[in-house]
């Protein structure tokens, strides 16, 4: 398997947790006025699931990440730098939380995945915007944080797919949080 073709396969899976996401708040907002009956069926499985699923989607990014810089020869910029700092301890957070059957680990997880979103929104923004005023451009032993190795389906690049990442983890810890007390 070559690096294009698993970097077609996590565009694609970032182009799915986009639409999932779209789809998800258009449900909600649908929902919450036509109080639809099947509604609460597709809440209460998330809810139920929402550590099993922030899990996966952490390993995926965080070895999508390892598998760009460390196979695909893309040498991380400082911002990706910040943001790998706050992805990397979700799936040992994560895992753990689901090996011991702790349920409180929202308030854990909640700031990694919402920083680590403002960061590569902000990187995003970077990188369609260059003359933006950025760090890397700076630092001297760096890559350009406005460089982009490669763009798919018009939008996606590195900073998109981290930011598609945390902002899911943030959505499934909020859906599943939600109703949570304490020792439940």
């Not at 989607?57 to 598998?67: C, I, N, Q, R, Y």
């Not at 301890?89 to 700031?111: A, D």
């Amino acid at each position: 398997m070559t690096p294009e073709v698993v970097i077609k396969f996590l565009a694609l899976l970032t182009l799915f947790s986009n639409l999932f996401i779209a789809f998800l708040i258009l449900f909600l907002v649908v929902f919450s006025f036509l109080k639809v009956r099947y509604g609460q069926a597709l809440l209460s499985f998330l809810r139920e699931r929402y550590l099993l699923f922030s899990l996966l989607v952490s390993l995926v990014a965080t070895a999508g990440s390892l598998f760009l810089s460390e196979i695909a020869h893309f040498e991380p910029c400082k911002l990706c730098w910040f943001q790998r700092i706050f992805m990397y301890p979700l799936p040992l957070i994560l895992g753990i939380s689901i090996y011991k059957r702790i349920r409180e680990v929202t308030s854990f997880v909640l700031p990694f995945s919402l920083i680590g979103s403002i960061i590569a929104l902000y990187h995003y923004y970077v990188q369609t915007n260059p003359q933006a005023l950025a760090p890397c451009s700076i630092v001297g032993f760096s890559v350009s944080c406005s460089e982009r190795f490669f763009t798919y389906f018009g939008y996606i690049t590195i900073p998109w797919m981290s930011f598609s990442a945390f902002f899911l983890i943030f959505v499934f810890m909020i859906l599943g949080g939600r109703g949570l007390k304490k020792g439940e």
